[in-house]
């Protein structure tokens, strides 16, 4: 699809404006000097805000992009990271072949046809199959790509493989924020719209980096300020927004639900607590509140490094609000009682009714650009479309009946994909189709996951670019990017939204057709008789039809005709649903779940010999692994390589200055890098970003242990020790060195906000 943007624009201002999102003021459109043929709208290909942006194409080529005055969330706006995204379309770096091992494992990846490699790859999983069962291949998937393909490899899985062995991506990002939610809530969703912000007299962030990771949120959340919205942010580092916020906690990383319990001791204390609500709207209230009575203020203090007046304050501004919204992201849910710390969040929002009216509610922020709908569309190991249960015998039944097989057919569920890695090692898993991730910089303990890969007897990697985990593969298949394709995701908000094809894709096919070519090569072509993705999605709506996630009221033209729909949609003349809740909540009774979280600590804590706590992280110019963006030169040169972020005290006690190499070290690796010596940081705790790959990856060092209900690994908190390195590290010698200097300097200029003003914490 494209347009005359000048067309486009008369058209917009003639139109009634969308309720949702509509309050940021338009800025001044960008300008070029490039003769531009065409401007196609779509969405921006990173984070789960999924901003609106026109993609520009001269003479077959995506030259350069602009945003979107018109979609109802960015107004106008990109970050760094959507400005500089259409730089991957035509990068020289992406892959325009399958690439193939000839002669073994050990001999290198050589140009191939794509007959060749389709046939090698149907006849090595056939071999592994017949020799070791259907279960020996498994299907590693990923969320940075639409609904349809997410769709699409659930359902290759199941039916063109028939292996029960299906995960994604999502596993690694956002599992613990399902868990809660659906134990919870019964809804796998954010419960509110962003503009939802506007109405709220108290936001409270807490394990969220709003300010790097979803940056144009940021503009909602400073417009809520000016409207006298009190700002509450838990985190071990001062972020960007913390810095303003009228009360920040500078809590020890894994002590969320702590904090959390204390918070409600003092709202039931002073009566700070929604009666009526939680008689009329919940269950399981008597065993919560029993639970909170054990977390006074000053045992919480003692728990989380806080002063006990700091928890009573951040209750009162949260329990006194009118309206108040809590935000979590990885920085909560990236740890082994992620789930639990997810339910405390949601037990203070329960407890105060802050549910179903504007400005009140409780939501993940979704950190892939199609982590929502990544996780509704059947791609899951235990999930078939529509967030329906594999286990359930009238799920199976009518998904059955949908794609016109047997329910004898259907595999049973698979391991998440953080199980996949000891399968491997077993051999239990012996083949793997991967997809859209790169795990071999998202995985904790990278040692391990790496011999994992290494040990597959047949691994087919499906990419735009040679990932750090490609590099392993016997078959790379080249991918789509997002200007190449047609299609949905879902944003953090849980809006469908579309993506326009700008482009072909230098492979001359796409991944969509790559699937059902393989599924017909396995005689299963009947089941994968799609022209377009459109064939695709109508198949995705009649899924979903019902369903939890239920798509199937949307359209491609009502997404285009409303800038977007919210699920649930149950039919084509209902308007979606931007907030949730307002009436029941997601369990056939419509009551939601308190549960009594109990604190536990977190799976390792310091000692003697590893005194630190370690927690990882993104920054604003990276996405993920940055398989895309470290490709990307103006983000490449804002953050060409990892750092150690540590406190002032800490340097002075080791002897480090800004600047130096230092070692981290933990149970699982080492890894050398430049210190960031900061006042923004716990003095207890460092901070490593984990976009990079090799030798400069972070999770060389994060601890593989395993929330116990959903299988995410606990990222975000290990014991570390810290020194001096004697040097600059082996990667760092082939750096240009004028570049190193630069990127020193850069770090060296941070606002002196950033270097001064965080409370001390006990």
Request: charge should be neutral; charged fraction near 25%; glycine fraction near 8%.
């Amino acid at each position: 699809m494209s347009v005359d943007k000048s067309i486009f624009r008369r058209r917009q201002r003639q139109k009634e404006t969308f309720d949702f999102h509509a309050a940021t003021p338009v800025p001044t459109a960008w300008e070029t000097s490039i003769e531009v043929e065409r401007y196609v709208p779509t969405h921006c290909c990173f984070c789960g805000v999924q901003c609106g942006m026109y993609l520009k194409v001269a003479n077959g080529k995506v030259v350069g992009v602009e945003p979107r005055e018109d979609f109802p969330l960015n107004h106008g706006m990109l970050c760094p990271k959507g400005t500089n995204a259409y730089q991957l379309v035509h990068h020289p770096d992406r892959l325009t072949q399958p690439l193939m091992r000839k002669r073994g494992k050990e001999s290198p990846l050589e140009p191939v046809g794509w007959d060749e490699a389709l046939d090698t790859i149907v006849q090595r999983f056939q071999e592994v199959q017949r020799a070791y069962g259907k279960d020996a291949v498994a299907v590693f998937s990923g969320s940075t790509m639409t609904n349809e393909k997410c769709y699409l490899m659930g359902k290759f899985a199941r039916v063109a493989l028939g292996t029960r062995h299906i995960d994604y991506n999502g596993r690694l990002c956002m599992s613990s924020a399902t868990g809660a939610n659906e134990r919870a809530l019964g809804i796998d969703r954010a419960a509110n719209p962003i503009s939802d912000m506007l109405h709220a007299d108290c936001i409270f962030v807490i394990g969220a980096n709003v300010g790097e990771c979803f940056p144009i949120v940021t503009s909602y959340l400073w417009q809520a300020r000016d409207r006298g919205c009190k700002l509450i942010v838990a985190d071990p580092r001062q972020t960007p927004i913390a810095r303003t916020a009228d009360l920040f906690l500078p809590l020890r990383p894994g002590t969320d639900s702590a904090l959390l319990n204390g918070m409600l001791h003092v709202l039931i204390k002073e009566g700070l607590i929604d009666e009526d609500f939680i008689r009329e709207r919940t269950v399981g209230w008597e065993e919560a509140r029993a639970l909170a009575e054990q977390y006074p203020p000053e045992r919480v203090a003692r728990v989380c490094g806080l002063r006990p007046e700091a928890v009573v304050e951040a209750a009162r501004l949260y329990g006194q609000a009118h309206a108040a919204l809590i935000y979590t992201a990885r920085g909560l849910e990236h740890q082994s009682k992620g789930v639990d710390n997810g339910l405390a969040a949601i037990n203070l929002a329960l407890a105060t009714g802050n549910f179903g009216r504007p400005g009140a509610g409780y939501s993940t922020l979704t950190g892939q650009g199609n982590g929502q709908g990544g996780r509704e569309v059947g791609q899951k190991a235990t999930q078939l479309p529509g967030c329906r249960e594999i286990e359930d015998p009238e799920d199976r039944a009518y998904i059955c009946s949908v794609w016109g097989i047997r329910e004898e057919e259907l595999p049973h569920a698979g391991y998440p994909a953080t199980l996949m890695i000891p399968a491997m090692l077993r051999k239990e898993i012996r083949a793997c189709l991967l997809i859209c991730s790169n795990p071999l910089v998202s995985l904790p303990d990278l040692h391990t996951a790496e011999r994992a890969f290494r040990s597959l007897d047949f691994f087919v990697v499906i990419d735009p670019f040679l990932s750090e985990t490609a590099e392993l593969a016997d078959v790379v298949l080249p991918g789509n990017l997002w200007a190449e394709e047609e299609g949905t995701t879902t944003s953090l908000e849980g809006r469908v939204i579309k993506y326009n094809q700008a482009v072909d894709p230098p492979a001359g096919r796409q991944d969509w057709q790559t699937i059902c070519e393989l599924a017909r090569r396995l005689g299963k072509g009947q089941y994968f008789a799609y022209r377009s993705p459109r064939d695709i999605f109508d198949e995705l709506r009649l899924c979903t039809r019902g369903a939890r996630s239920d798509y199937w009221g949307i359209t491609y033209e009502k997404i285009e005709e409303q800038g977007g729909v919210f699920w649930p949609c149950p039919s084509e003349d209902h308007p979606g649903t931007p907030r949730l809740y307002e009436e029941r909540f997601g369990f056939p009774d419509g009551r939601a779940r308190f549960h009594a979280v109990p604190y536990i600590p977190p799976a390792e804590e310091p000692d003697e010999t590893y005194p630190f706590v370690l927690t990882t992280g993104r920054v604003i110019y990276h996405y993920l692994s940055g398989n895309q963006t470290r490709r990307i030169p103006f983000l490449r040169e804002m953050a060409p390589y990892p750092w150690v972020e540590l406190h002032e005290q800490a340097a002075q006690r080791l002897g480090i200055a800004d600047g130096d190499w230092v070692t981290v070290r933990t149970r699982r690796g080492e890894m050398t890098a430049p210190a960031l010596v900061v006042r923004t940081i716990r003095p207890d705790t460092l901070f490593i970003p984990y976009h990079y790959g090799h030798s400069q990856a972070a999770n060389q060092l994060t601890n593989p242990v395993l929330e116990p209900m959903m299988k995410i690994p606990e990222f975000k908190v290990c014991a570390a020790a810290l020194e001096r390195a004697p040097g600059p590290p082996e990667w760092a010698r082939s750096i240009d060195q004028e570049q190193l200097t630069q990127a020193q300097q850069r770090r060296r200029e941070l606002p002196a906000a950033a270097r001064r003003a965080v409370p001390q914490p006990r």
